[in-house]
């Protein structure tokens, strides 16, 4: 079978932007019944405004998913392009956060009211926190290219750096390992 690979990960997507549309679709249809039929008497223009400015983040991610994901075949059905991997790590799983979290701020913004929008200051929040770790761990990588300069600081890198194997041969008075 040729393309088995792509062929899989072409339905694999497929799969994700459907689940993903119906369930924006059922959120969004979920906020508005209630704030008409149930909630009307709290339901103001401002409510809406909310809605609208607040759910926007979702709607682009979520037509970018579906830009970068959808499958695209040739006119006589052959897979000519499988789209990128949807459950990929980094800037892609980003926007899945923050897609899952829309959808949390909108069912309970449904449910409860305009101050559960509140809950959207996660968002930034984790932007910035993840924006930092990365930031940090890159910092401390390149540090560690650079080296240091002093004694002590060496000797402590090596001692981490080694097995627990190679510290008992040492202790036992085994073969000391040369480290470069």
Not at 17 to 37: D, N, P, Y
Not at 77 to 101: F, H, I, N, Q
Not at 166 to 180: I, L, V
Request: with cysteine; glycine share 10%; charged share 20%.
């Amino acid at each position: 079978m040729a393309q088995r690979a792509a062929k899989q990960q072409a339905a694999r997507n497929t799969a994700i932007l459907k689940r993903t549309h119906l369930i924006s679709l059922a959120i969004s249809a979920l906020f508005i019944l209630l704030r008409l039929l149930v909630f009307r008497a709290s339901c103001t223009r401002a409510t809406y405004l909310l809605y609208g400015l607040l759910s926007t983040p979702a709607f682009i991610i979520e037509f970018w998913l579906e830009r970068i994901g959808r499958p695209v075949t040739t006119s006589n059905g052959e897979l000519k392009k499988s789209g990128e991997d949807l459950e990929a790590k980094g800037l892609t799983d980003y926007m899945w956060d923050v897609l899952y979290w829309t959808w949390a701020c909108t069912t309970t913004a449904a449910i409860f009211g305009d101050k559960a929008w509140w809950g959207y200051i996660v968002v930034p929040l984790y932007s910035v926190w993840l924006a930092w770790t990365t930031f940090g761990g890159m910092r401390k990588g390149m540090a560690g290219m650079a080296g240091k300069a002093g004694g002590e600081g060496d000797e402590d890198a090596a001692n981490a750096s080694r097995s627990n194997r190679q510290k008992k041969q040492e202790k036992r008075g085994g073969q000391k390992m040369q480290y470069r």
